[in-house]
């Protein structure tokens, strides 16, 4: 089935140009200008993936995912200004699936709209016990990770990543003790040709860090080294 797409934004170049390029991939798109006219047209009619922007009159993003998440657990994808590195972590701990920094690449959007709907479905279907394809493991000391679902886990706990999250800590335990740099990681992660600092990269490092910490207040197996990047060590 043609997936549906939800884009809630004040700024209507980009919900034109976005719902354009997603119908173009072969997506449903649904647009709303602000987060309170999007509730309740959200919540009667669930699409299969939203986009919100955080700063938004009326009703922001954050108060629009929160309200939604009352209701329901539809992916939501968050599109954020540089600066709002704190609006994102919450966003991330209040059940956002992933974020993507504004300017960005229409192309990187759509390929996280695509993982986020695969993950779901494969979710899904594991639910419902249907038969699924033996998905790829990557297994590293405690860590391991499901590649086709996106599932991870530490010890046998599972730790929630984003997509975005769970490409750099995949790029880091292919090979551990190798030191990656933050332009590997980016590759990596954005897989396009867009501008991504060095900032974005280490928050997403510390988030990773902060999830598995909240399993394991042990967890030490990213390390940093100054200057040159970061690395998996495998006990």
């Known amino acids: ?9 004040d700024d209507r170049n980009i919900l034109t140009s976005v719902s354009i390029a997603l119908q173009a991939e072969g997506f449903l798109t649904r647009v709303y200008s ?11 009619n669930p699409p ?6 955080i700063k938004m009159p009326r009703m922001d993003g954050l ?6 998440r009352e209701k329901q657990l539809t992916p939501v994808i968050f599109l954020t200004s540089k600066d709002d590195e704190m609006d994102e972590a919450l966003g991330l701990a209040m059940g956002a699936d992933d974020y993507i920094a504004k300017p960005f690449s229409q192309r990187l959007l759509i390929a996280r709209i695509r993982a986020i709907l695969r993950r779901t479905e494969l979710s899904q279907g594991d639910q419902a016990g249907a038969p699924l394809a033996a998905a790829g493991e990557l297994a590293r000391g405690r860590l391991v990770m499901d590649t086709a679902r996106h599932r991870v886990t530490w010890a046998g706990l599972a ?17 551990p003790g190798i030191v990656k740099t933050r332009n590997q990681l980016m590759d990596a992660a954005y897989q396009d040709d867009i501008y991504v600092d060095d900032r974005t990269i280490d928050s997403h490092i510390k988030r990773v860090r902060r999830k598995f910490r909240q399993v394991d207040p042990q967890f030490d197996a990213i390390e940093t080294l100054y200057g040159a990047g970061y690395r998996f060590s495998e006990e």
């Open 63 to 68: 108060e629009l995912l929160r309200r939604l």
């Open 34 to 44: 602000d987060g309170e006219t999007a509730l309740k047209a959200l919540a009667d």
């Open 159 to 175: 730790v929630t990543l984003t997509v975005t999250e769970f490409l750099i800590l995949e790029t880091l335990a292919q090979r």
């Open 48 to 53: 299969d993936l939203c986009v919100f922007d």
């Open 1 to 9: 089935m043609t997936a549906t797409i939800a884009l809630v934004d």
